[in-house]
């Protein structure tokens, strides 16, 4: 099959080259999918740039986790999905849902596990999900990562509620899908960016707080004034060491920081004792389980939610897309149809 491959050692887009793998045959219970197209996140960067969860990515890997397509072949033992069906795979192997298994999580697109960026994929049958029957292949390939990321967050950990006010920090994947979220979910929502231009694209989805991050580099104090002085109940924090200790200071008495992202890197981030005052916690969130998936996947299905895609590229402009991601133009989504 035609695939891509990031090469061990890489550090930059430059490491990743078209490559021939096997057809990947299904075992007894697994599917065989032809992925018809799939997004890049964030993180597909950083195992570009070789690093990833604080360390080098050791041997070559078919790269990006999040996938859509149809289902090819089934083995003998399969029986969620049949001949046909459209689904995506989930973000990990085998968290099925619950609390996170002890040991360490398998994701895709990064070693061990060969991701989706080829023909076909081989998954589990229970690490698949139906993917919602009104959204194009291309949207249902923005979901397993940004937007479990973002759901779990807000709606299963946060538990956003109406007139809540939620803080969504610049304007990637993983924030757009938040912001959708939040207004699903009656919650008013406030989002920083670099550009006034994405801010008014945010505007139009239900963003009614917008802030220019670089003209208002003390955000945090908008956001206040936003709020007349009280905070935001939810902070997205996708921003890193950079943004942490500014998220801290605009969060309400009893409000939630979702620690997700790592945007401005993961050095010193000053103080977490602005916390102790506001009585205001912190949680890690890291994607989630195929649980969280299928609950979200059923409430963009009754409100047919579209995932916003910016662009698409094509499959022999994978390091366009790369590069575009990269170069932080996009608002929401970036994907490829293979
Ligand atoms: N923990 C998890 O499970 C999990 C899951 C998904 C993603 N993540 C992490 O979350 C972060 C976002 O991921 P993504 O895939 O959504 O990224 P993305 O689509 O590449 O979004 C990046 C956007 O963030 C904004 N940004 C960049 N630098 C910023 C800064 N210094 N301050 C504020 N905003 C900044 C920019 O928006 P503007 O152009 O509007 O300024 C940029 O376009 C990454 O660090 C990623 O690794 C973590």
């Not at 897309?321 to 170069?327: D, F, K, P, Q, V």
Request: aromatic content about 6%.
């Amino acid at each position: 099959m035609r695939a891509y491959e990031l090469t061990a050692g890489g550090s930059s887009i430059d490491a990743l080259r078209r490559c021939e793998r096997p057809d990947p045959k299904p075992g007894p219970a697994q599917i065989l999918v032809r992925i018809q197209a799939v997004s890049l996140n964030y993180r597909d960067i950083m195992i570009a740039r070789g690093h990833y969860m604080g360390g080098p990515v050791g041997s070559n890997v078919i790269p990006l986790s999040d996938g859509a397509g149809e289902v090819i072949a089934a083995g003998s033992a399969v029986k969620r999905f049949r001949v046909g069906d459209r689904v995506a795979g989930t973000f990990f192997r085998n968290w099925i849902d619950g609390a996170p298994p002890p040991g360490p999580l398998v994701a895709l697109g990064a070693p061990p596990a060969d991701g989706v960026l080829a023909e076909y994929a081989v998954f589990d049958e229970q690490d698949a999900v139906a993917v919602p029957a009104h959204l194009s292949v291309e949207a249902a390939a923005a979901l397993p990562c940004a937007a479990v990321t973002a759901w779990r967050a807000l709606v299963e950990l946060g538990r956003v509620a109406p007139g809540e006010t939620v803080l969504l920090i610049g304007t990637g994947g993983v924030s757009i899908f938040a912001l959708q979220f939040a207004r699903l979910a009656g919650a008013r929502a406030l989002i920083t960016s670099s550009s006034d231009e994405k801010l008014e694209r945010a505007r139009s989805l239900g963003a009614d707080g917008c802030i220019n991050y670089r003209t208002s580099p003390d955000w945090e104090r908008e956001v206040m004034k936003l709020t007349d002085g009280r905070g935001v109940d939810h902070v997205v924090e996708v921003g890193g060491s950079g943004t942490l200790s500014r998220s801290i200071a605009c969060v309400a008495v009893g409000g939630r920081i979702a620690l997700i992202g790592v945007l401005t890197g993961v050095g010193a981030a000053g103080s977490p004792y602005g916390l102790l005052g506001r009585q205001a916690s912190m949680h890690g969130v890291f994607v989630g389980s195929r649980g969280h998936f299928e609950r979200m996947n059923a409430a963009i299905t009754v409100n047919r939610l579209e995932p916003i895609v910016d662009r698409i590229f094509r499959f022999d402009e994978a390091a366009a897309a790369y590069r575009y991601l990269e170069s932080g133009a996009h608002f929401g989504k970036v994907a490829l149809c293979i």
